[in-house]
């Protein structure tokens, strides 16, 4: 059996493509609440790791099950209320959380927009359609377009693989709080490269202990970075928008 990540002709490099921090998806601009844990006095260097494995659980187990309802939606009778009611439920989810909330909304509109701009050649006219109805519901404000969702969709529409596709969400986000701590000056580039390699065992647990709920499962097992993670917005000075 070919391993997933082997390399053809367009997976390899679409997975290259969809991991570049160049992505303009808006990720660049979020530190997932380590900015305001930091500052929270919460958050040092020696628990740096604990910290990344803790919200990378808590986000996977708030996320993934939205990841997958996105992924699933072409297999439905129909896709747009598929899309809604996935829609709906996080957003109710996510409502408690206007800091999240917003990183969700802006990045998941981005991620509609960068598939529509880059990715629609040669892709089947149904596909762009349904992203194009989607996408202009939401800039009328008849849905919301939360951003596990879309990723879960574009990378379905792409033809990523679904176990692809949740390494993908988990080792975005990883990269993600590890970047932010570069960028603060937590950790040094080299330091945190380290850790991101070795965080791959903690993400793979993760994975396995999350991927079986559904959208009614969905929690957040870590309270406290979801109250340092809305606290965003009220610190004096900040590097990041989330």
């Known amino acids: 059996m070919q391993h997933p990540f082997a390399s053809n002709e367009t997976s390899s490099w679409l997975l290259y493509i969809l991991t570049d921090s160049a992505l303009p998806t808006g990720g660049f601009v979020a530190s997932s609440g ?28 708030q996320t993934l099950c939205f990841v997958k309802a996105g992924y699933a939606v072409p297999d439905q009778d129909d896709p747009m209320a ?26 998941g509109v981005a991620m509609l927009t960068l598939y529509l701009k880059c990715f629609t050649e040669d892709r089947p006219e149904k596909d762009i359609q349904l992203i194009k109805k989607w996408k202009l519901r939401i800039r009328a404000g008849t849905t919301f377009g939360h951003f596990p969702i879309c990723f879960g969709l574009i990378c379905r529409l792409l033809q990523v693989d679904l176990e692809n596709t949740l390494h993908l969400w988990l080792y975005l986000f990883t990269r993600t709080l590890y970047s932010s701590a570069v960028r603060l000056n937590l950790v040094g580039p080299y330091e945190a490269q380290k850790l991101l390699f070795e965080s791959r065992p903690s993400v793979e647990v993760v994975i396995q202990q999350t991927n079986h709920l559904t959208m009614d499962d969905c929690c957040q097992t870590n309270p406290l970075l979801d109250v340092c993670q809305g606290m965003h917005d009220r610190l004096y000075s900040r590097l990041f928008n989330s």
Request: aromatic share 6%.
């Open 34 to 61: 380590l900015e305001a844990t930091f500052q929270a006095g919460l958050l040092t260097r020696d628990n740096l790791p604990a910290f990344v494995q803790s919200s990378a659980h808590s986000y996977s187990s």
């Open 82 to 107: 598929a899309l809604d009611e996935a829609d709906d439920t996080c957003e109710a989810v996510m409502i408690a959380n206007a800091v999240a909330r917003r990183a969700s909304l802006a990045q």
